[in-house]
């Protein structure tokens, strides 16, 4: 006789469905669980969806090749044999739901069926087939246990028929089972269920629960009771608010509210603001009521003050107010506690709550004074105006400059510089990481500085970094790596196979190290020629000519270590974040001097722009004691001293990098040292924001065509008029100087300012780099947010997580240094306050705080260019609002000052027709005014002032009061 | 630990030495340990150590441990050399993946050439090839 799975392998292909279950019956615990295994590869066989052959548009035609009888066959298979968890995995459609289930059940009942049915109630759906009445009947044959959860997540959908597309009510339903409305229907109140959705449309459920106690099947009082417990009971925002509407649909008593106060009192807990609201509006009703539990209303006040919905500070005062009218002894109790909506930054909040205590405080009284002058620092105006009784009398203002705090020397940290081989082993096994930026910079300075200990011991311990090397410029590409981070890797490659050069003994373990890898990749049959090919062939894929600094920094690192010159690189780093201390760069030039050599030239203008001077005398006395000639010129020209362009300067890259960070007043004399017009050297540029008409592309579906249709996008031009000055020298003349090596004047070493450039089609590791490129010149890196403004802000608002990456990583940066802004830091600044990204806007406004501090921002620019922004509202006003109100407002009298002037030309770059919100910017600009005691003088913004009054009634108040100005008050 | 304190107790290691009679010096790493492996927390606002009860059995801890399991790993392997140790400063050689990584104690830093070091700095607990080391120098 055949074996069960052959028997049951037959009666599947011959697809005979009626032989099934008698077979199955045959089988024991046993054999259920032996038998598993062959149905799980029955299963792959069966249920494989591939390809069944074309399909009539000539693509492939995907399906099964079993039939629909076959899967069922196995569907119902699956039932019977399966665990749970492996039923669960397996197709199962069809199978659970009553007609099916009621031909197995009787015979067969898997153990796990009573906690398979039950756990519906956690699905966030449940599927349609299982419903009150089916479930009611599995209970009463035993096959499951009753579960509350369940029959709550159920209940709702009895009522209702489906009838597509309309639902027939069927209340009848409820009185079918005496346990549905004894118990089951209180289960409504207690787990969560679905009644909001079961109500959406209209309000079946509120009624029929009604009717059932007009009816008197239900008690009133225990669905009202039960009702406001269900409010609090931490369900979902839906089913919460649809308890609130049950209890107002209930319309309670005066007499049924105030039973009810200590359930109604424990809402104001609820983290929804409806049910909140709802119960402060029935208790204002109540407030004046004998019967109100005022205490434990008060004790509850803190918490409902402290919302942030205005609806229910606003209901509280109300509230408040009536005790106070009613309960005279306790008004300075409750002006304490309604001291607490003073917190609120909204000046009608301030006033109501200001109003409020000056009408029923006593001034004199010390615990209310101390309560309200606690917010002093917080208050607008208006309200500080209102509770000046209550108040600490404030000293007038004192002069400007002595309040803004000007650092002369910032508190520079110092880099620590690798002190021995040991140091060099863990700075390069991280330089790849990233852990500082300078890391970069540090690295080939390390290597420079111990190259004569690379003894083999050594060079083993380099192993690790080497072999990181390896991983970082062929191994699969990291979110958070850099261009430059494989360039370094490159360059440490590079340096490796050099050792096995100048010590092939000591060297072979890396030699090791690195045929494994090549033959790594060979095996993988990956293209080995961008591994062998050193850090001179490098280049980034864009061809962007911003990396070339970066590059030749390590080629005059890489021409020394192959030369084996023990030369120190200029442009290391000596402090955070990129800085080069005068005194150290000119001890650096000297060690050049006494071994008769010249530094690099890139090398030697990131120096100059990386310097720093402390102080003046001092580096000029020690570089008088230790350098001579033109490199002693060049220092004393960054230290202040005269000097004038000659031709027989060596090094005109650098006097061009000293004369642009240090003395750029004075580039139109040295301007013939570059090739590019002056404009561009002073990284100056135009730009404009507009919105922006277009076509765009759309599919139209009942033409089944695409279509140009016109649309709008916001957009930020940015335009950089860099031009080759040079005179043209004639075509002969330059191919006889090319091919003979000659420079002629017109002909240029090319040098840092040629190379910045920020270059991409679709950013993609920029944003990684970016903090290191505008490290090259931290004391002026006016060009680098120039090209972020003109790449990232193209469409306004920073689209992919790459772009918001770019502009934080510039933000980060800007945070760590210290210069004056010019017109790329302004726009990249100003612009950073709008976007759409809150991070970004923070940080932009934090730079403008340090900036006002230092005294290295223009807030005038900072406003004229918000202003510009949002003549045609590239971004909604509410951002710039929020921003000022949180992070900007009350900094400082000094803040407020420049803040003052901020707003004042914002407004007046702005559009005569007021935009949404203008409101909120006219409140500000009132309260800064009065923070100031000033009043409003420039023409513009009256000006615009006059239009927004003449468009818009509602502004017409806040801009009277503006007109009226501060400069007279106390 | 189950025994000694109950939830969110407060921990303090010299009153639990005084209380069980152990030497103070058996203490003193025992709140980096007990921290490292998850049954005590440090409270920023009262600026103590109090005690975790975890959701499973404690002997189970060092098995979901992968780094220190790896570290046992390494040793049983013989992948760890000690090459120098003046008990100040201990450096040793531990066998990785193609290359052997430099390990260095020294008193106020543990450092490691592998990635995992290089990348978290210690910010995220000391590597396999350092836990190896301390396990070895502790034999």
Redesign the interface.
Known sequence: MSTFAEQYLNLLKEQRQADLFPLLQTLTDAERKKFAPELKKLDTQYFKYEIIGKSKWGGDEYGYKSTDAQRHILALTHFVVYNRKDFERAMNIGIIQKDVLDTILPWYRPTWFNDYINSFSDNEFIPSFIDYGWYMELIDQEHVTESALLIARLLPGLILKKVYPEREYQPEKLFERPVTLQKHIWHLFEYTNTLNWADVSDEIWKKTFKDLCEQETLPRAKVLEECAAAVNRNFNQGLSNWFTDLFIYFEPTKAELISLQPVLLNTLNSPHSKPVNTILKLFKDLAGDDGFEQDGFMEHCPLVLSSESKTTVTNTLMILEKLAKKHADRRNKISILASQALIHQDDKLQIRAAKFISKYADSSSLDVWEAVSAYQQGLLFEAKGILEPFLISEEPAEDLSDLIEVNEQPDRQPIAFPQNF?EL??LA??AF?Q?EAYHFDLLPAAILNFQHEMTEENI??L??????AFKTSTGDWVSDRGYLDSMLAKFLTSYGLLLIKFYPNAALPFKN?YD?HLNKLKEKNKDTKWFESGIKAWEVFTHSKGYKPHKHILLNAFWALEHNLRVPLLSTPTHEPSLVSVDELIRRISMYQNRNTRPGLMDYQVAVMRCFIDNKDEALSLANSLLTGEPRQLIGFILGEDHQPNPQHHLKPVWLAAVLTHRRELIHAWAGYSKWNEEYLLAGFSWSSYVEHYEQKNYNYQKKEYEMEPATRNAVIVSINKTDTSPIASGIKSLWNKLTGNKTSTEYEEGYFDFIELKYKYISAEQNDIKRLMYLSPNWPEHWLVYISKEAFRYFDLTGENDKRLVISALEALMTLNYVYGDAGHLFIATCMLLNDKTVRLYAAELWIKGIKEQTIDSKKIGEIIGKHEYNGLAPLKRLTDLILSNMLHISPAHDRKLEQLLATCISNMNAKPLNNTKKLLDIYLEVLAANKQSVTDTKVLNVLSEWGKTSSSLTPVIERIKQGFSNSK | MDSYSYANQEFNPTLLAVNEGLDLKKVENLTGRLSAIGLLGFDLDDNNFFYRRLPFKTSRILTLNPRLKDAEKLLAEGKVQIKSNTGNRVEAEVEGSGVHHMVLLEADQDRCTCMWFSKNQGERGVCKHILAVKKLLAK
Do not use: G
């Open positions: 040991d082993v863990y096994s991280q990481d852990n083993r311990k192993l690790p970094a080497f072999q990181r190290l494994d």
